[in-house]
């Protein structure tokens, strides 16, 4: 044996006892156990639906029928010259949507939670309310208040202004893409809000102390320090916007305006049979998309110590004496809950008081009636769901945001090598279509080992897999915010991980938490697209009822519904901001 | 008295021998089922009406009915799903021509020839699905309170005319499935020429295209645009709520017809039979009827005006392929 026969000979001992004292000293860490469990779980609820959508991709056949390998799906829906337009205008609505959501949720949350504007904690309960209607009803709304024909608004313009045609047309792009950026406006709001809580007023007050106004505190401090949770708003929106149907179908359809998902609905999900393997190509299309916006958001997040705020000296965010400007702000808070809320929930309130859908006349008077809350109050079908969504709503909502707490504070704060894989698999399932990620569930668990199909589990795993991103997002734009030196404080005193994570870190991501807690709840009391494959008649919640009372024309009965959510949610909203502000106490 | 008692056993023994095997069937199907503690239906028949068939049978046999409620394409997809998987929920498929014809060939469902069938006429029996139950029928509708009786459409022709131009709303042909078939199948009303040329001059008047028929009825309603086509019994149903809606009397309607199979894997299998036993009589039918549906029985008609003239013809069946290819066609014409 050689010299260098000797040397390659004993090598391996070597390095095999180099990697298990490697993975010995990994193991012996908390740390790395939580990542273990946490990456594993994330993996498993991401990747296996997510497989059979991949495969689904590649195959000519449906699952669970033998098929031939094949990439005429991905030519099908990526060689029509016809699609790029659309990608175009796709781009352009989700820009618009999501910029605009951005601008009002900043100027709505900069108001409530930085300005001594009057009625401020009103404006701040009511502002989540859009995201408990379902979006369908929100369309639905803007089009009674401004079609060109008959619209509620443009009609008062006719009538009190003696013009002839109303000015606002909904049926155009800037109509669609308004009406959109309300819907996302709650989403955006939640996160900007929960950074603003957030902030470390020392940084503002050095920059007055140096001389500069309010507004060049506002522009040269305040909006970098929040930048993250902008981008982070932002980068969800955007998505969403680009994957929502129900907007354009209502708006851009009539409109003769075609977007990206419309063309996938005609060529692939509303094709007769659907088309689930090409829905499949375009889904894996739209996941590239996101998987791009994802890493160019988490470079943009990289340099996490220059947005920490939060330290260890204490902080209140100190609120802007705006003068007699308050009233202003509060004016311009009002504005935007009239668009949000008070004129979605009139019209819906209309709606449920009509014995049918329509223009209000005086004759309307003598007509309306409370039979659509009485068949609320008296169906046991309606109180099961309601049952039912509750318990989804806040189980899911619970267990996302403690996978979500520990996923984001292993992305942020640790520098274990794969953690940038756990974002990138929470967003895998997220970027697929509602239905098509839908259709993956249902294939991925319908012959499940485990018996958890037909039952309420699987709608819950499913909601926590499409919906974790929610909650990570909210947690994470907190997190990075919160400085490392109160961390290293604790475990400078000998606290080890668990005390570290539940003393120091819950306590300042709180905001966040509660953020995400939030939104996740008012997702959950109406989510459908995915329930609708995957719950059994006897485990119906709230969203699939309200998607077949929609299909059977009876929008009273869905209004007084939606209503009734509104208020439940409210009451869920209110209870954990008192809990979140006497946890603080 | 012989002669009476005679006569009554006479009577008696009649009637009961003239019910015995529908009678004595039921009765054994429905004891069967009361063990298997219900029936599980997969469907997208309106919940309104679903609803009462079911709470109907529930108080004759004492058997509950689960509902699935979806869209024709969403119910196939998800009993195509379960029983690819070997694994179907569900006893009873409830829903119209095409996707039931698809999931025969899939060999989804197990042959049963209810007594009840028999009720049916020899045209409405489809050889793989058994009886066509109802029609819906897609026709025009007009908001009267907008146009007057006497200035509305009298023939399918006439909503073409420059004076509906902007005034019409109907489900996109580029879209919505069931108004692509309802396009494609006009020959048969008007022939091939008439109707290409028909074609071309409704996508001329610019039609608001909206998602599918209620949206476009809906719209009818609320007085946003007069003219829709759309199902003609939503005149019935919005008219109950006191929507103003009439419809133009064609003479000819086209549509879809509905039908209802057995799994072959049904879990409740005599569940099942019972209920399809019971939907498929008289008495549900006339439930249903009353709700504005036409449902295959001589003499029952829905309570819309002139609904005993409404003579029904069957689109035309098309497959994936040909679906595809007349949703471009139509791209082509209306989307221009």
């Known amino acids: 044996m050689s010299a260098d026969e000797r040397a390659l000979a004993v090598e391996p001992p070597l390095t095999s006892a180099w990697s298990r004292s490697r993975i010995g000293s990994f193991l012996s860490q908390p740390i790395s156990w939580v990542f273990l469990i946490v990456g594993g779980i994330i993996a498993f609820l991401s990747l296996y639906p997510t497989f059979f959508l991949f495969y689904g991709s590649l195959t000519d056949a449906p699952l669970g029928v033998p098929g031939h390998f094949t990439v005429q799906n991905y030519v099908r829906a990526y060689s029509d010259p016809e699609a790029y337009p659309l990608l175009l205008n796709s781009f352009i609505f ?411 870190l819950i306590p300042m991501m709180r905001p966040g938490v509660i953020a995400g807690w939030i939104i996740l709840v008012t997702i959950f009391m109406r989510e459908f697209s995915a329930t609708l494959f995957l719950y059994s008649p006897g485990s119906e919640p709230l969203g699939p009822l309200l998607y077949f009372l929609y299909l059977d024309g009876m929008r009273g009965r869905v209004a007084a519904i939606g209503l009734v959510i509104s208020v439940i949610s409210v009451i869920l909203i209110a209870i954990a901001q008192r809990y979140s502000r006497w946890e603080s106490n | 008295m012989l002669e009476r008692i005679y006569f009554w056993f006479v009577l008696v023994a009649g009637v009961t021998a003239s019910v015995a095997p529908a009678y004595g069937q039921s009765t054994n199907l429905i004891a069967a089922g009361k063990k298997e503690g219900k029936a599980v239906v997969y469907g997208s028949l309106e919940s309104d009406a679903a609803d009462k068939a079911f709470s109907a049978f529930k108080s004759k046999s004492g058997i509950d009915v689960e509902y699935w409620r979806a869209s024709a394409t969403k119910v196939m997809d998800r009993a195509l799903s379960e029983y690819r998987a070997g694994k179907p929920l569900f006893d009873i498929i409830l829903t119209n021509d095409n996707p039931m014809q698809i999931m025969f060939k899939e060999g989804l469902f197990a042959k049963y020839d209810s007594p009840s069938a028999k009720e049916f006429t020899k045209e409405s029996i489809d050889p793989n699905l058994g009886p066509r139950y109802r029609n819906v029928v897609i026709g025009v509708v007009y908001n009267k309170e907008i146009i007057k009786p006497a200035d509305a459409p009298k023939t399918l022709e006439d909503i073409v005319k420059p004076q509906y131009r902007g005034k019409l709303v109907m489900p996109d042909p580029t879209q919505h499935t069931t108004t692509t078939q309802w396009v494609a199948s006009l020959d048969k009303l008007m022939g091939k020429e008439k109707a290409d040329k028909f074609i071309r001059d409704l996508a001329a008047q610019k039609p608001i295209l909206v998602e599918s028929l209620l949206p476009a009825v809906e719209r009818v309603a609320t007085g946003e645009t007069p003219v829709a086509i759309t199902y003609i019994k939503y005149v019935y149903s919005l008219g109950q709520k006191g929507a103003p809606l009439d419809y133009v009397r064609l003479g000819k309607f086209m549509g879809d017809g509905h039908y209802l199979g057995l799994g072959n894997k049904a879990p409740h299998p005599n569940a099942a039979k019972a209920f399809i036993d019971y939907f498929l009589g008289a008495e549900n039918m006339a439930i249903i009827a009353k709700l504005g549906e036409f449902v295959n029985r001589k003499g029952i008609y829905p309570p819309l005006p002139d609904a005993d003239k409404v003579q029904f013809v069957e689109m035309h069946d098309l497959d994936s392929k040909q679906f595809a290819e007349k949703k471009k066609e139509y791209q082509q014409i209306f989307l221009r």
């Open chain 1, 94 to 504: 989700g820009i618009g949507a999501s910029g605009l959501s951005v601008i009002f949720a900043l100027a709505l949350a900069w108001i409530t939670i930085r300005t001594n504007a009057p009625f401020r904690r009103i404006f701040e309960l009511t502002a989540i309310i859009p995201n408990i209607l379902p979006p369908i009803l929100v369309s639905i709304s803007w089009v009674m208040l401004l079609n060109p024909s008959n619209g509620l608004i443009n009609g008062l313009f006719v009538k009190f202004l003696g013009m002839e045609k109303g000015p606002f047309n909904i049926y155009s792009l800037p109509g669609l893409i308004f009406v959109e950026s309300l819907i996302l406006t709650p989403l955006a709001f939640l996160i900007v809000a929960a950074a603003l809580k957030s902030m470390d007023p020392s940084m503002e007050e050095s920059a007055k102390t140096l001389g500069s106004n309010e507004f060049g505190v506002m522009r040269r401090i305040t909006f970098p320090l929040i930048r993250p949770a902008i981008l982070a708003a932002g980068t969800l929106n955007f998505v969403r916007a680009v994957e929502s149907f129900d907007t354009p179908a209502i708006i851009a359809l009539p409109a003769r305006i075609e977007v990206f998902t419309t063309k996938i609905w005609r060529e692939a999900l509303g094709s007769f049979p659907t088309n689930h393997n090409l829905a499949a190509a375009y889904g894996v299309g739209i996941l590239a998309v996101a998987l791009v916006f994802v890493y160019l958001y988490r470079r943009f997040t990289s340099q996490v110590e220059s947005f920490s705020t939060v330290t260890g000296k204490g902080f209140r965010p100190h609120q802007i004496d705006l003068g007699p400007w308050r009233y202003g702000a509060s004016g311009i808070a009002l504005l935007l809950l009239v668009m949000l809320v008070v004129l979605p929930i009139l019209v819906l309130t209309l709606v449920a008081i009509l014995p049918y859908y329509h223009v209000p006349t005086w004759e309307t008077w003598h007509r309306l009636t409370l039979d659509h809350f009485r068949y609320v109050w008296v169906t046991p079908r309606v109180h099961k769901a309601f049952v039912n969504s509750l318990f989804l709503a806040l189980v899911g909502a619970t267990v996302c945001m403690v996978l979500a707490s520990l996923a984001s504070y292993i992305t942020v704060r640790t520098k274990i090598a794969a953690r940038g894989v756990i974002e990138g698999l929470v967003f895998i399932p997220w970027a697929f279509p509602g239905t098509a990620m839908a259709l993956g569930l249902l294939w991925a668990y319908v012959d499940f080992p485990i018996p958890v199909y037909a039952t309420i589990w699987i709608i819950l795993i499913a909601y926590v897999t499409r919906f974790l991103p929610y909650g990570l997002r909210a947690v994470t734009s907190t997190i990075i915010q919160v400085h490392k030196e109160l961390e290293e404080a604790s475990i400078v005193c000998g606290a080890g991980f668990v005390a570290t994570f539940r003393r120091v």
